[in-house]
Protein backbone atom coordinates (compact mmCIF):
# COMPACT_ATOMS: atom_id res chain seq x y z
CA UNK A 1 0.00 0.00 0.00
CA UNK A 2 1.47 3.46 -0.91
CA UNK A 3 1.83 6.49 1.22
CA UNK A 4 -1.86 8.35 1.84
CA UNK A 5 -1.53 11.62 -0.02
CA UNK A 6 -0.60 14.97 1.12
CA UNK A 7 -3.81 16.96 2.28
CA UNK A 8 -3.12 20.33 0.85
CA UNK A 9 -7.22 20.93 0.96
CA UNK A 10 -6.66 21.14 3.80
CA UNK A 11 -4.52 24.56 4.43
CA UNK A 12 -6.51 26.11 1.68
CA UNK A 13 -9.48 25.52 2.90
CA UNK A 14 -8.47 27.37 5.89
CA UNK A 15 -6.51 29.96 3.46
CA UNK A 16 -9.88 30.44 1.21
CA UNK A 17 -11.79 31.12 4.68
CA UNK A 18 -9.98 33.58 6.29
CA UNK A 19 -9.54 35.31 3.17
CA UNK A 20 -13.50 35.50 2.52
CA UNK A 21 -13.93 36.62 6.46
CA UNK A 22 -11.72 39.61 5.52
CA UNK A 23 -13.10 40.90 2.37
CA UNK A 24 -16.80 40.20 3.79
CA UNK A 25 -15.89 42.41 6.90
CA UNK A 26 -14.30 44.63 4.38
CA UNK A 27 -17.13 45.16 2.36
CA UNK A 28 -19.86 44.89 4.45
CA UNK A 29 -18.34 47.59 6.96
CA UNK A 30 -17.65 50.43 4.00
CA UNK A 31 -20.40 49.61 1.53
CA UNK A 32 -22.78 52.25 0.76
CA UNK A 33 -26.08 51.04 1.69
CA UNK A 34 -27.87 52.57 -1.41
CA UNK A 35 -25.82 49.36 -2.97
CA UNK A 36 -26.90 46.92 -1.04
CA UNK A 37 -30.07 45.93 -3.27
CA UNK A 38 -30.84 42.29 -2.54
CA UNK A 39 -32.51 42.17 -6.35
CA UNK A 40 -29.04 43.03 -7.67
CA UNK A 41 -27.79 40.07 -8.62
CA UNK A 42 -23.63 40.41 -8.13
CA UNK A 43 -24.34 41.89 -4.83
CA UNK A 44 -27.14 38.62 -4.01
CA UNK A 45 -24.46 36.53 -5.18
CA UNK A 46 -21.68 38.06 -2.66
CA UNK A 47 -24.19 37.99 0.40
CA UNK A 48 -24.65 34.34 -0.51
CA UNK A 49 -21.37 33.74 -0.53
CA UNK A 50 -20.60 35.64 2.90
CA UNK A 51 -23.32 33.72 4.58
CA UNK A 52 -21.22 30.13 4.19
CA UNK A 53 -17.84 31.83 5.37
CA UNK A 54 -18.31 31.40 9.03
CA UNK A 55 -19.72 27.91 8.85
CA UNK A 56 -16.63 27.20 6.78
CA UNK A 57 -14.49 28.33 9.27
CA UNK A 58 -16.17 26.57 12.55
CA UNK A 59 -16.38 23.22 10.35
CA UNK A 60 -12.72 23.25 9.26
CA UNK A 61 -11.70 24.47 12.74
CA UNK A 62 -12.99 21.39 14.23
CA UNK A 63 -12.02 19.27 11.42
CA UNK A 64 -8.52 19.82 11.78
CA UNK A 65 -8.16 19.81 15.54
CA UNK A 66 -9.97 16.38 15.89
CA UNK A 67 -7.65 15.48 12.70
CA UNK A 68 -4.64 16.48 15.16
CA UNK A 69 -5.49 15.16 18.14
CA UNK A 70 -6.61 11.57 16.16
CA UNK A 71 -3.27 11.43 14.46
CA UNK A 72 -0.88 11.77 17.95
CA UNK A 73 0.08 7.88 18.91
CA UNK A 74 -0.71 8.76 22.44
CA UNK A 75 -4.53 9.22 22.87
CA UNK A 76 -7.00 10.09 25.43
CA UNK A 77 -5.69 12.85 28.58
CA UNK A 78 -2.10 11.73 27.60
CA UNK A 79 -2.47 13.08 24.48
CA UNK A 80 -0.40 16.53 23.97
CA UNK A 81 -2.50 17.91 21.56
CA UNK A 82 -4.84 18.36 24.74
CA UNK A 83 -2.20 20.61 26.54
CA UNK A 84 -1.61 22.59 22.92
CA UNK A 85 -5.62 22.70 22.50
CA UNK A 86 -6.12 24.58 26.16
CA UNK A 87 -3.15 26.66 25.60
CA UNK A 88 -4.46 27.49 21.84
CA UNK A 89 -8.25 28.59 24.22
CA UNK A 90 -6.56 30.47 26.06
CA UNK A 91 -4.46 32.12 23.30
CA UNK A 92 -7.84 32.77 21.89
CA UNK A 93 -9.95 34.46 24.72
CA UNK A 94 -6.94 36.82 24.77
CA UNK A 95 -6.52 38.02 21.56
CA UNK A 96 -10.54 37.74 21.39
CA UNK A 97 -10.65 40.44 24.52
CA UNK A 98 -7.79 42.22 23.40
CA UNK A 99 -8.67 43.62 19.97
CA UNK A 100 -12.10 44.65 20.85
CA UNK A 101 -10.50 46.54 23.96
CA UNK A 102 -10.54 50.68 23.79
CA UNK A 103 -7.90 51.85 25.80
CA UNK A 104 -8.65 55.62 25.62
CA UNK A 105 -12.49 54.54 27.35
CA UNK A 106 -10.00 52.30 29.71
CA UNK A 107 -7.84 55.32 30.65
CA UNK A 108 -11.72 57.07 31.12
CA UNK A 109 -12.14 54.49 33.85
CA UNK A 110 -14.68 52.80 31.22
CA UNK A 111 -15.01 49.54 29.34
CA UNK A 112 -16.53 49.68 26.11
CA UNK A 113 -19.80 47.65 25.20
CA UNK A 114 -17.87 45.64 22.35
CA UNK A 115 -15.89 44.69 24.92
CA UNK A 116 -18.11 42.54 26.96
CA UNK A 117 -19.77 40.25 23.92
CA UNK A 118 -17.95 37.60 22.38
CA UNK A 119 -16.80 37.33 18.96
CA UNK A 120 -15.34 35.04 16.53
CA UNK A 121 -12.01 34.05 18.32
CA UNK A 122 -13.93 33.22 21.96
CA UNK A 123 -16.25 31.38 20.39
CA UNK A 124 -13.33 29.09 18.46
CA UNK A 125 -11.52 28.95 21.78
CA UNK A 126 -14.24 27.50 23.79
CA UNK A 127 -15.16 25.10 20.82
CA UNK A 128 -11.55 23.74 21.52
CA UNK A 129 -12.07 22.90 24.82
CA UNK A 130 -15.50 21.64 24.71
CA UNK A 131 -13.79 19.32 21.81
CA UNK A 132 -11.14 18.43 23.95
CA UNK A 133 -13.52 17.68 26.95
CA UNK A 134 -15.43 15.37 24.23
CA UNK A 135 -12.54 13.71 23.29
CA UNK A 136 -11.06 12.56 26.45
CA UNK A 137 -13.94 11.44 28.25
CA UNK A 138 -15.26 9.52 24.81
CA UNK A 139 -11.61 8.41 23.83
CA UNK A 140 -12.91 4.73 24.93
CA UNK A 141 -14.71 4.78 22.05
CA UNK A 142 -12.46 5.31 19.83
CA UNK A 143 -13.61 5.83 16.04
CA UNK A 144 -16.95 5.31 17.30
CA UNK A 145 -16.74 8.32 19.78
CA UNK A 146 -17.08 10.77 16.22
CA UNK A 147 -21.27 9.30 16.90
CA UNK A 148 -20.85 11.94 19.60
CA UNK A 149 -19.77 14.81 18.29
CA UNK A 150 -22.42 14.17 15.55
CA UNK A 151 -25.70 13.73 18.04
CA UNK A 152 -24.13 17.12 19.70
CA UNK A 153 -24.31 18.62 16.09
CA UNK A 154 -27.44 17.31 15.38
CA UNK A 155 -28.76 18.09 18.92
CA UNK A 156 -27.55 21.72 18.51
CA UNK A 157 -28.72 22.16 15.02
CA UNK A 158 -32.43 20.95 15.59
CA UNK A 159 -32.75 22.75 18.96
CA UNK A 160 -31.99 26.35 17.01
CA UNK A 161 -35.55 27.68 17.13
CA UNK A 162 -35.11 26.67 21.29
CA UNK A 163 -32.53 29.05 22.02
CA UNK A 164 -32.28 31.59 19.29
CA UNK A 165 -34.33 33.88 21.33
CA UNK A 166 -33.31 33.26 24.54
CA UNK A 167 -32.40 36.03 26.82
CA UNK A 168 -30.54 35.66 29.93
CA UNK A 169 -31.36 39.19 31.58
CA UNK A 170 -30.47 37.24 35.12
CA UNK A 171 -26.88 36.74 33.87
CA UNK A 172 -24.43 38.14 33.90
CA UNK A 173 -23.62 40.15 30.37
CA UNK A 174 -20.36 39.02 30.57
CA UNK A 175 -21.79 35.40 30.12
CA UNK A 176 -24.92 35.70 28.59
CA UNK A 177 -23.49 36.82 25.08
CA UNK A 178 -21.94 33.27 24.60
CA UNK A 179 -25.22 31.28 24.67
CA UNK A 180 -27.83 33.35 22.01
CA UNK A 181 -27.95 36.33 19.88
CA UNK A 182 -31.06 37.80 21.72
CA UNK A 183 -27.69 38.66 24.14
CA UNK A 184 -26.09 40.82 21.74
CA UNK A 185 -22.78 38.37 21.38
CA UNK A 186 -21.21 38.97 17.54
CA UNK A 187 -21.00 35.22 17.51
CA UNK A 188 -22.37 32.40 20.34
CA UNK A 189 -21.26 29.01 21.15
CA UNK A 190 -24.59 27.99 19.65
CA UNK A 191 -25.14 27.12 16.90
CA UNK A 192 -21.79 27.86 16.09
CA UNK A 193 -20.63 24.99 18.14
CA UNK A 194 -22.64 22.58 15.83
CA UNK A 195 -20.69 23.19 13.25
CA UNK A 196 -17.50 22.55 15.15
CA UNK A 197 -18.83 19.50 16.18
CA UNK A 198 -19.64 18.26 12.90
CA UNK A 199 -15.95 19.00 11.54
CA UNK A 200 -14.95 16.83 14.71
CA UNK A 201 -17.16 13.86 13.18
CA UNK A 202 -15.62 14.00 9.67
CA UNK A 203 -12.20 13.95 11.50
CA UNK A 204 -13.12 10.95 12.95
CA UNK A 205 -14.26 9.50 9.82
CA UNK A 206 -11.72 10.66 7.65
CA UNK A 207 -8.72 9.98 9.71
CA UNK A 208 -8.61 6.15 9.11
CA UNK A 209 -9.15 6.03 5.48
CA UNK A 210 -7.24 9.49 3.11
CA UNK A 211 -6.03 7.59 0.62
CA UNK A 212 -9.29 7.68 -1.95
CA UNK A 213 -9.41 11.25 -1.56
CA UNK A 214 -11.71 11.29 -4.89
CA UNK A 215 -14.32 9.05 -2.96
CA UNK A 216 -14.67 11.79 -0.16
CA UNK A 217 -15.12 14.52 -2.39
CA UNK A 218 -17.71 13.13 -4.23
CA UNK A 219 -18.93 11.92 -0.86
CA UNK A 220 -18.95 15.33 0.25
CA UNK A 221 -20.43 16.91 -2.73
CA UNK A 222 -23.36 14.17 -2.73
CA UNK A 223 -23.94 15.13 0.85
CA UNK A 224 -23.72 18.56 0.30
CA UNK A 225 -26.73 18.65 -2.68
CA UNK A 226 -28.08 16.52 -0.13
CA UNK A 227 -28.69 18.51 2.04
CA UNK A 228 -29.11 22.29 0.11
CA UNK A 229 -31.95 20.25 -1.42
CA UNK A 230 -33.77 17.34 0.32
CA UNK A 231 -32.57 18.52 4.26
CA UNK A 232 -36.10 20.61 4.81
CA UNK A 233 -38.53 18.10 3.04
CA UNK A 234 -37.23 15.78 5.42
CA UNK A 235 -37.51 17.55 8.40
CA UNK A 236 -41.16 18.21 7.57
CA UNK A 237 -41.14 14.42 6.63
CA UNK A 238 -39.70 13.47 10.45
CA UNK A 239 -42.43 16.05 11.75
CA UNK A 240 -44.99 13.82 10.16
CA UNK A 241 -44.04 10.77 11.09
CA UNK A 242 -42.98 11.79 14.86
CA UNK A 243 -45.21 14.87 16.02
CA UNK A 244 -42.68 16.73 17.27
CA UNK A 245 -43.02 20.10 15.91
CA UNK A 246 -39.71 21.00 16.51
CA UNK A 247 -38.36 19.60 13.48
CA UNK A 248 -41.27 21.48 11.32
CA UNK A 249 -39.49 25.01 13.08
CA UNK A 250 -36.29 24.05 11.63
CA UNK A 251 -37.63 23.40 8.37
CA UNK A 252 -39.49 26.68 7.87
CA UNK A 253 -35.65 28.26 8.77
CA UNK A 254 -33.89 25.64 7.44
CA UNK A 255 -30.42 28.14 7.46
CA UNK A 256 -28.06 25.68 9.18
CA UNK A 257 -28.24 22.21 7.12
CA UNK A 258 -28.12 24.18 4.26
CA UNK A 259 -25.18 26.14 4.96
CA UNK A 260 -23.69 22.50 6.05
CA UNK A 261 -24.60 21.41 2.73
CA UNK A 262 -22.67 24.67 1.19
CA UNK A 263 -19.97 23.57 3.29
CA UNK A 264 -19.66 20.48 1.95
CA UNK A 265 -19.76 21.32 -1.25
CA UNK A 266 -16.40 23.64 -1.11
CA UNK A 267 -15.26 20.32 0.95
CA UNK A 268 -15.70 18.39 -1.92
CA UNK A 269 -14.48 20.73 -4.70
CA UNK A 270 -11.27 21.77 -2.60
CA UNK A 271 -10.56 17.86 -2.30
CA UNK A 272 -11.31 17.00 -5.80
CA UNK A 273 -8.62 19.60 -6.75
CA UNK A 274 -6.11 18.49 -4.23
CA UNK A 275 -2.82 18.19 -5.80
CA UNK A 276 -3.62 21.11 -7.99
CA UNK A 277 -3.45 22.70 -4.29
CA UNK A 278 0.25 21.91 -3.72
CA UNK A 279 1.60 24.84 -5.72
CA UNK A 280 1.17 28.70 -3.89
CA UNK A 281 0.66 30.07 -0.73
CA UNK A 282 -2.13 27.93 0.69
CA UNK A 283 0.18 26.12 2.85
CA UNK A 284 1.83 28.98 4.37
CA UNK A 285 -1.51 31.30 4.48
CA UNK A 286 -3.54 28.05 5.98
CA UNK A 287 -1.02 28.25 9.38
CA UNK A 288 -1.56 31.74 9.82
CA UNK A 289 -5.08 32.55 10.34
CA UNK A 290 -5.23 33.67 13.67
CA UNK A 291 -2.37 36.16 12.62
CA UNK A 292 -3.94 37.29 9.25
CA UNK A 293 -7.23 38.31 11.35
CA UNK A 294 -5.40 39.63 14.78
CA UNK A 295 -3.78 42.13 11.38
CA UNK A 296 -7.08 42.72 9.61
CA UNK A 297 -8.86 43.71 13.02
CA UNK A 298 -6.17 46.18 13.59
CA UNK A 299 -6.34 47.52 10.07
CA UNK A 300 -10.08 47.87 9.66
CA UNK A 301 -11.59 48.60 12.89
CA UNK A 302 -8.40 50.05 14.36
CA UNK A 303 -8.19 47.84 17.52
CA UNK A 304 -7.25 49.01 21.15
CA UNK A 305 -7.34 52.94 19.92
CA UNK A 306 -10.38 52.67 17.33
CA UNK A 307 -8.27 54.59 14.69
CA UNK A 308 -9.12 52.17 11.82
CA UNK A 309 -10.47 52.20 8.57
CA UNK A 310 -14.12 51.77 9.35
CA UNK A 311 -13.65 55.05 11.49
CA UNK A 312 -13.29 57.03 8.35
CA UNK A 313 -14.88 55.38 5.68
CA UNK A 314 -17.68 53.46 7.23
CA UNK A 315 -20.43 52.99 4.28
CA UNK A 316 -19.15 55.51 2.28
CA UNK A 317 -17.96 53.27 -0.60
CA UNK A 318 -20.18 52.21 -4.03
CA UNK A 319 -19.50 48.71 -5.18
CA UNK A 320 -16.75 48.98 -7.43
CA UNK A 321 -14.41 50.61 -4.86
CA UNK A 322 -16.09 48.01 -2.07
CA UNK A 323 -14.54 45.49 -4.31
CA UNK A 324 -11.03 47.02 -5.67
CA UNK A 325 -10.69 47.74 -1.77
CA UNK A 326 -11.33 44.31 -0.52
CA UNK A 327 -8.58 43.01 -2.96
CA UNK A 328 -6.04 45.25 -1.66
CA UNK A 329 -7.31 44.70 1.68
CA UNK A 330 -6.46 41.11 1.62
CA UNK A 331 -2.90 41.41 -0.30
CA UNK A 332 -1.69 44.14 2.53
CA UNK A 333 -3.22 41.84 5.77
CA UNK A 334 -1.19 38.60 4.02
CA UNK A 335 1.49 40.55 2.92
CA UNK A 336 2.11 41.85 6.28
CA UNK A 337 1.83 38.70 8.64
CA UNK A 338 4.23 36.51 6.02
CA UNK A 339 6.54 39.14 5.70
CA UNK A 340 6.67 39.02 9.61
CA UNK A 341 6.96 35.18 9.63
CA UNK A 342 9.83 35.40 6.77
CA UNK A 343 11.99 38.18 8.25
CA UNK A 344 11.42 37.93 11.90
CA UNK A 345 13.60 35.26 12.62
CA UNK A 346 16.59 36.49 10.34
CA UNK A 347 16.34 39.33 12.97
CA UNK A 348 16.34 37.37 16.02
CA UNK A 349 19.36 35.70 14.10
CA UNK A 350 20.82 38.92 13.78
CA UNK A 351 20.06 40.29 17.23
CA UNK A 352 21.68 37.20 18.83
CA UNK A 353 24.64 37.58 17.10
CA UNK A 354 25.22 41.37 18.37
CA UNK A 355 24.20 39.96 21.46
CA UNK A 356 27.14 37.38 21.18
CA UNK A 357 29.59 39.80 19.92
CA UNK A 358 28.99 42.48 22.76
Known sequence: MGNPPRLYFIDALRAFAILMMLQGHFISGLLDPVFTNPDNPIYSF???????????????????????????????????????????????????????????????GKINNSFIYPDVLQIIGLSLSFIILLYGFFSFLRRWAGLVFLLVGLVIFICQPLYVDLVLDDWPRFIAGYFSKANKGVFYLFPWLGYVCMGSCIAYLFNPHTEQLWMWGVGFLAMGYWLVFNSSPFLIDLEFFTGIELFRQVAYNNFLFIRLGDVFFLFGGFIL????????????IGSKTLEIYIVHYFILYGSLFGLGIYKFYKYSWTFPQAILGAIAFMVVCTALVLADGHYRPKLRTFLNEIRAKG
Do not use: D
Not at 273 to 284: D, M, Q, S, V
Open 46 to 108: WLYCRGFTAPVFFTITGWVFTFLLLRNSEQGWKNPRVKKGLKRTLELLFWGYLLRLNLPMLFN
Open 273 to 284: ANEYLKKGLWTT
